[in-house]
Nanobody, 122 residues
């Protein structure tokens, strides 16, 4: 599975962005898809994950109620809708894929995409 993330940019606090991750590969539709982020000077952290059919989602406590993950298997794309953004959401966001939800949420993934930078100004 190859992953291409896009949609990052500069936004004011309280604003919104939607990240997209286009996937290629025959196993995409059976994978767990996830977003991670890495803020300057910090380690990469889990943000959200979604199972193969979109029926199960997980979120980090810091983003619950503000960020929403979804996927469109017909388009081989996973999305991260980001609302009510805060300066502490500033980070490089990475798309990732794996085959077991438990391990993906724990940060053990099989495929990483390149990052897309999100900057939230105060």
């Amino acid at each position: 599975v190859q992953l291409q993330a896009s949609g990052g940019g500069l936004v004011q606090a309280g604003g919104s962005l939607r990240l997209s991750c286009a996937a290629s590969g025959r196993t995409y539709s059976s994978t767990v898809m996830a977003w991670f982020r890495q803020a300057p000077g910090k380690e990469r952290e889990f943000v959200s994950a979604i199972n193969w059919n979109g029926g199960v989602t997980y979120y980090a406590d810091s983003v619950k109620g503000r960020l929403t993950i979804s996927r469109d298997n017909a388009k081989n794309t996973v999305y991260l809708q980001m609302n009510s953004l805060k300066p502490e959401d500033t980070a490089v966001y990475y798309c990732a894929a794996g085959f077991q939800m438990g391990t993906v949420v724990g940060g053990v993934v099989d495929y990483w995409g390149q990052g897309t930078l999100v900057t939230v100004s105060s």
